[in-house]
């Protein structure tokens, strides 16, 4: 048997080349993990965008609704009918998705997911301490799936 990888540059080219030439059967293993990893592709598009509506921490506010003082941020997204709520405290986050449907929740970063938790039959959910830098939650149901807009929770 021959080293892998080749010690040179020449050796791999060449090891590459008749790889090309004679790739030989793939696999149904490989093909069937091809696929799915092609169908993930649109994933965020298939999910219904919730835009960011209300921001305690905002200057720019509807009137009638005032800023928080605490130490507490809120923040309301909606997509048509449903609507995510949540606070953002330096301990956690506690949420709640409306219509109220039992489901789940998750968050996830530039890094990967940070967190993913149950939501109860009344719509509330809470998560741990938020991340630094961006953030985007994904709430589903039995009845709707939604993304909220990237924003920053601290």
Same mark, same amino acid.
């Given at each position: 048997?021959?080293q892998w990888?080749?010690? @040179? =540059?020449?050796?791999?080219?060449? $090891?590459?080349?008749?790889?090309? %030439?004679?790739? @030989?059967p793939?696999? $149904?293993?490989?093909l069937?993990a091809?696929? /799915?990893?092609?169908a993930w592709?649109?994933?965020?598009?298939?999910?219904a965008l919730?835009?960011?509506t209300?921001?305690s921490?905002s200057?720019r506010?509807?009137?009638?609704?005032?800023?928080?003082t605490?130490?507490? %941020? !809120?923040?309301?997204?909606r997509?048509?009918?449903?609507v995510?709520e949540?606070e953002?405290?330096a !301990?956690?986050i506690?949420g709640?998705?409306?219509?109220a %449907?039992?489901?789940?929740?998750?968050?996830?970063?530039? /890094?990967?997911?940070y967190?993913e938790?149950?939501v109860? =039959?009344? @719509?509330f959910f809470?998560?741990?301490?938020p991340? /630094?830098g961006?953030?985007?939650?994904r709430a589903?149901t039995t009845r709707?799936?939604?993304r909220?807009a990237?924003?920053?929770?601290r």
């Amino acid at each position: 048997m021959e080293q892998w990888p080749p010690a @040179g =540059d020449d050796a791999l080219l060449v $090891e590459l080349g008749a790889a090309l %030439r004679d790739p @030989g059967p793939v696999s $149904e293993e490989f093909l069937d993990a091809a696929l /799915a990893a092609f169908a993930w592709r649109t994933v965020d598009a298939e999910l219904a965008l919730a835009e960011l509506t209300f921001d305690s921490a905002s200057d720019r506010e509807p009137a009638g609704l005032t800023r928080s003082t605490g130490a507490e %941020r !809120t923040l309301t997204f909606r997509s048509g009918p449903v609507v995510v709520e949540l606070e953002v405290t330096a !301990t956690g986050i506690v949420g709640q998705l409306s219509p109220a %449907r039992p489901g789940r929740v998750s968050a996830r970063t530039a /890094a990967g997911q940070y967190d993913e938790v149950p939501v109860d =039959d009344v @719509g509330f959910f809470s998560m741990g301490v938020p991340p /630094a830098g961006p953030v985007q939650f994904r709430a589903s149901t039995t009845r709707y799936a939604v993304r909220t807009a990237w924003v920053s929770l601290r």
